[in-house]
C-alpha cells in the first residue's frame, strides 16, 4: 500500500513570494490533514478536511494560508504571502477514522524556508 | 496553553535497558492517546494507542501505561535498542473534537547507546 505523498520535499522562497505544496493521501482515507511543525515543537493543526469538506481550520491564517481538496482526493495548501516565521515543516496526513481507531498516516513532509 | 506537555526534551538510556518516556495533559475531554515516532527528515508514524477506558496497553517491546486520576501518560520500550533512537510525540484526541484530530506534545528525543 502506497503511503502519503507530499512534494516538494524542500522549498526556499523569499518573503512576500508565495508557495504552494501538494498531498495524495492513501487511497481511501477520507479524512486529510495539514500541519505545521516548526523546529523543536509538535506538528500543528492548520487544516482538516473530510472528503472534499472543511471540518476545523480554526488554526489557519486565513489573511495568507488557504487549502483546498476539490475532488476529495489530493489537497494542496498554498502560502500568499510568505513571512519568515512560516518557515518549517509542513505535514500531510491521512486517516480512516474508523472503530475507535485514530491514528494518522504521515507523509514525508515539505521544509519550507523563507528568507 | 499547552494542553500536550512532554517536559523532558531529551532522554539518554543504554541499550539494552528500558527508556521511559513521559507525557502529561490537562484536558479532561481528552479520551484516546497516541504515540508516534519520527526518524530524521521523515513524517511522524505511528506506534502505539491507548483508549481512556484502558490503564495499559502493550504491544511487543512497546507498552504505554495510563493515570488518568494524574492525567499523565508513559510509554515504556524495553528491551531498548539503537534503532529505537528517534524522536517520540504523544498526541491525545478531545471526545467532543472531529473524530481524528489529535493534539501534539513537543516531542522527546530518545537516544539509544550501543
Avoid at chain 1, 18 to 41: D, E, K, M, R
Avoid at chain 2, 17 to 36: A, E, G, H, Q, V
Avoid at chain 2, 38 to 46: I, L, M
Avoid at chain 2, 80 to 104: E, H, L, M
Wanted: proline share 5%; net charge positive; glycine share 6%.
Amino acid at each position: 500500500e502506497a503511503g502519503v505523498a507530499q512534494s516538494p520535499r524542500y522549498k526556499i522562497i523569499e518573503k512576500r513570494q508565495s508557495v504552494a505544496f501538494w498531498c495524495n493521501p492513501i487511497s481511501g482515507h477520507a479524512t486529510l490533514y495539514w500541519y505545521q511543525q516548526i523546529l523543536g515543537q509538535g506538528p500543528k493543526l492548520l487544516i482538516q478536511f473530510q472528503n472534499n469538506g472543511v471540518v476545523d481550520d480554526s488554526q489557519l491564517p486565513k489573511d495568507r494560508f488557504s487549502a483546498e481538496r476539490l475532488k476529495g482526493v489530493d489537497s494542496t495548501l498554498k502560502i500568499q504571502p510568505a513571512k519568515l516565521e512560516d518557515s518549517a515543516v509542513y505535514l500531510c496526513a491521512s486517516s480512516l477514522v474508523a472503530r475507535g481507531s485514530y491514528e494518522q498516516y504521515f507523509g514525508p513532509g515539505t521544509r519550507l524556508t523563507v528568507t | 496553553d499547552q494542553q500536550v506537555k512532554q517536559n523532558s526534551p531529551s532522554l539518554s538510556v543504554q541499550e539494552g535497558r528500558i527508556s521511559i518516556l513521559n507525557c502529561d495533559y490537562t484536558n479532561s475531554m481528552f479520551d484516546y492517546f497516541l504515540w508516534y515516532k519520527k526518524y530524521p527528515a521523515e513524517g511522524p508514524t505511528f506506534l502505539i494507542s491507548i483508549s481512556s477506558i484502558k490503564d495499559k496497553n502493550e504491544d511487543g517491546r512497546f507498552t504505554v501505561f495510563l493515570n488518568k486520576s494524574a492525567k499523565h501518560l508513559s510509554l515504556h520500550i524495553v528491551p531498548s535498542q539503537p534503532g529505537d533512537s528517534a524522536v517520540y510525540f504523544c498526541a491525545a484526541r478531545a471526545i467532543n473534537t472531529n473524530a481524528g484530530k489529535s493534539t501534539f506534545g513537543d516531542g522527546t528525543t530518545l537516544t539509544v547507546k550501543p
